[in-house]
């Protein structure tokens, strides 16, 4: 079962049990002859560390526990590569069909495979949705032209915010609502492009009776409404874009682009300005009409 789904009533006592988890391991690494292995998202990791901690703890030197594991593109476009002729060829025909031939070269002068593992988190699951979707598109067609592509994007992209939706419930339960502060806005802008307007729509339909949400972005939209500043709201908008996946910052000219999928470490709320850059991540933009580069 997933350890951040609601096996037990209490989210302190779940938390606890979980960093006892964690504990238990680090005294089984006394036996040369035992290995175990768990598998688990860096932001519960993050969110038992924050909920369990008291005034001694140092997350530093559970370090030597950890093992982050990244998917590079080299090992995306095997497996999907894999997938194809698993699917494709063999039913089909004796050659070995990838994804080269199947898909156009380029799509928007971009190569194929950078324009796919761009709008993934570089992860399997997104990689293999957006194929399956094209594929699908496909059925009875001459071929998956640019266009078909195009036209599948639409539906990815509208299936990859139910999926964060569903993947983040458990610490952004209205996260769905979110997107309605960021729709057909350019894919890069200023964190001073979000408007008063737009944060005071948001939380008049969803956070006037949010003081008590367990969502934080409601409850900031209630905090916004009783006099706290248009900024401190954008913060933790921008806060939880990052962790999800949806913004990259950039935050001040001589930073890259940080991404939260990529393990990039999340700027401060005072490196969060109202000059700092948000790239709004290519996945999303056919689903909420994003002007694209």
């Known amino acids: 079962d997933r350890l951040d789904e609601n096996w037990v009533d209490s989210d302190n006592i779940r938390y606890r049990l979980i960093r006892s988890l964690i504990e238990t391991i680090k005294s089984f690494r006394a036996i040369p002859s035992v290995k175990i292995i768990i598998a688990l998202r860096q932001d519960l990791i993050q969110k038992v560390f924050d909920n369990t901690s008291d005034s001694g703890f140092q997350a530093e ?11 590079k593109k080299t090992d995306l476009i095997n497996l999907i590569n894999k997938r194809v002729i698993k699917f494709v060829s063999e039913p089909y025909t004796s050659k070995s069909i990838t994804l080269k031939n199947l898909f156009p070269e380029r799509i928007d002068k971009i190569d194929f495979y950078d324009y796919l593992l761009s709008r993934t988190m570089f992860r399997p699951r997104d990689a293999i949705a957006f194929v399956n979707t094209c594929l699908i598109s496909a059925q009875g067609r001459e071929g998956i032209s640019a266009k078909i592509v195009k036209e599948s994007e639409r539906e990815y992209s509208a299936a990859r915010i139910e999926a964060l939706r569903h993947e983040w419930r458990n610490h952004f339960s209205k ?13 890069q802008l200023k964190l001073a492009q979000i408007s008063s307007k737009r944060v005071e729509e948001f939380a008049l339909k969803h956070a006037c009776e949010g003081k008590d949400d367990n969502d934080p972005i409601i409850r900031a939209g209630y905090a916004y409404l009783n006099n706290q500043s248009l900024h401190s709201f954008i913060i933790s908008l921008t806060k939880v874009f990052f962790t999800v996946g949806v913004f990259g910052i950039k935050p001040d000219a001589h930073t890259r682009v ?13 490196q969060i300005k109202p000059s700092s850059g948000v790239h709004i991540h290519p996945m999303l933009w056919a689903r909420l009409g994003i002007v694209g580069e």
């Open 61 to 71: 030197k559970y370090k030597s526990l950890f093992l982050t594991l990244h998917w």
């Open 258 to 270: 940080l991404w939260s999928y990529l393990n990039d470490r999340a700027p401060s709320e005072g």
């Open 175 to 187: 996260l769905e609502t979110y997107f309605s502060i960021i729709e057909k806005m350019p894919s």
